[in-house]
């Protein structure tokens, strides 16, 4: 096809009206057709944008999910001047922030204008808001461009194979700063819209947990489904490699906001310590919160049952019926029972509400059982 750009002169993809961005990609591809000559598609943003809502156009949006793959998210840092707009009120320090925390990687311009200390303190701060991006320092962003395309930074499982410790919290840090409430416009010719909307910017920081125990995959999906309803607006990003209990292979996941996109990927290697990693960015977090949360998905180490244990199974709303357990840790779940109409289900937690002990059972039945009547003859 050539190099050709496209502008969007209605409207900004940094607020949730995407419907500019996807008809230009529609355009784009439509153009290339079947000759299968693009390499590739690069957004640039404003630098007051918001990449939230173009990276989540790559998972809502059917078309744009169907035939894209985000490779990743670049943000140009200037090490001379970022310390000065991540100081609170001064009306842009949010911007920087959030286009720091969605990215995977920075590349830190300018930084023959600062000298060493300078410059410590500004990977400091970059650290501060996102413990896991890759940083490149440059100079008028001259780079490779090697290290900006096809490198597949948003593919967590890719980077996991090219970096096992890519996760790893010993270095992480979190920040507390609080930031005033500002408001910015967005104007178009002849409309004007989203104005005054405002932003509430508190604290943004990253908080990385690890955990070597086993995880129950169940809880781990409810606790996250929980986090994603009550604190899915404050999580800019998010990624972690999960260790399942009962299943050989990594669980990789990563979202922005409360799109989530999880799955099971390569094989632990033999040797390789097994572990749970998450990092979680975005604004207000509760780094005790979290850990709570994260610890009590932990899978039981010791279960009540052994394979062969006759068990009362709760199957739903045929209630409890009598079965066998067949194995332990099937497919990440405690239990798998056979029961005893012929019926295979799985306990996905060991809780006494789903699977109890078959004499249990029957002790509380008898003791539901209605008292006979006694009839007194005078």
């Known amino acids: 096809m050539g190099e050709e750009i496209l502008t969007m002169n209605n409207g900004c993809i940094c607020c949730s009206v995407r419907g500019d961005l996807v008809r230009l990609i529609a355009q784009i591809l439509k153009r290339n057709g079947d000759r299968n000559q693009l390499d590739g598609i690069i957004i640039e943003t404003t630098g007051m944008a918001d990449p939230g809502p173009v990276v989540q156009t790559f998972f809502a949006e059917p078309l744009v999910a169907a035939t894209c793959e985000l490779d990743g998210i670049?943000?140009?840092?200037?090490?001379?001047?970022?310390?000065?707009?991540?100081r609170p009120g001064n009306g842009v320090e949010y911007e920087?922030?959030?286009?720091?925390?969605?990215?995977?990687?920075?590349?830190?311009?300018?930084?023959?204008?600062?000298?060493?200390?300078?410059?410590?303190?500004?990977?400091?701060?970059?650290?501060?808001?996102?413990?896991?991006?890759?940083?490149?320092?440059?100079?008028?962003?001259?780079?490779?461009?090697?290290?900006?395309?096809?490198?597949?930074?948003?593919?967590?499982?890719?980077?996991l194979k090219r970096q096992p410790d890519f996760l790893q919290t010993d270095k992480e840090k979190s920040h507390e700063h609080?930031?005033?409430?500002?408001?910015?416009?967005?104007?178009?010719?002849?409309e004007q819209h989203h104005?005054?909307?405002?932003?509430?910017?508190?604290?943004?920081s990253s908080v990385g947990l690890s955990l070597p125990d086993p995880i129950l995959v169940a809880l781990?999906?409810?606790?996250?489904?929980?986090?994603?309803?009550?604190?899915?607006d404050d999580?800019?990003?998010?990624?972690?490699?999960?260790?399942?209990?009962g299943i050989d292979k990594k669980y990789v996941f990563q979202g922005v906001h409360t799109l989530f996109n999880g799955r099971f990927a390569d094989n632990w290697a033999p040797g390789e310590k097994r572990e749970t990693r998450f990092v979680f960015i975005g604004k207000n977090l509760d780094r005790e919160a979290l850990t709570e949360g994260f610890l009590a998905c932990?899978?039981?180490?010791?279960?009540?049952?052994?394979?062969?244990?006759?068990?009362?199974?709760?199957?739903?709303?045929?209630?409890?019926?009598a079965g066998t357990i067949v194995q332990l840790w099937e497919q990440g779940n405690p239990y798998a029972i056979q029961l005893d109409s012929g019926r295979k289900i799985w306990a996905p937690?060991?809780?006494?509400?789903?699977?109890?002990?078959?004499?249990?059972?029957?002790?509380?039945?008898?003791?539901?059982?209605?008292?006979?009547?006694?009839?007194?003859?005078a």
């Open 298 to 321: 932990r899978a039981t180490k010791d279960l009540r049952f052994r394979v062969g244990d006759r068990v009362m199974a709760n199957t739903g709303d045929d209630g409890f019926q």
């Open 178 to 190: 609080s930031h005033g409430e500002h408001m910015h416009e967005h104007k178009t010719e002849g």
């Open 220 to 232: 781990l999906e409810e606790w996250i489904d929980d986090i994603l309803e009550t604190e899915g």
């Open 96 to 159: 920087c922030e959030e286009q720091i925390a969605f990215a995977d990687r920075v590349l830190l311009n300018k930084t023959d204008l600062v000298n060493s200390t300078e410059l410590k303190e500004v990977h400091s701060r970059i650290r501060d808001i996102n413990s896991a991006v890759s940083v490149i320092e440059c100079q008028h962003c001259r780079v490779d461009p090697a290290l900006l395309l096809n490198v597949k930074t948003f593919d967590l499982d890719s980077i």
């Open 195 to 204: 104005t005054g909307h405002k932003h509430k910017h508190s604290l943004v």
């Open 74 to 86: 670049i943000t140009v840092v200037d090490a001379k001047h970022i310390l000065q707009h991540l």
């Open 349 to 377: 937690v060991d809780e006494v509400g789903l699977v109890r002990a078959l004499e249990v059972q029957q002790q509380e039945e008898k003791t539901r059982q209605p008292l006979a009547m006694v009839h007194i003859l």
């Open 235 to 245: 999580l800019l990003r998010y990624k972690g490699v999960v260790n399942v209990a």
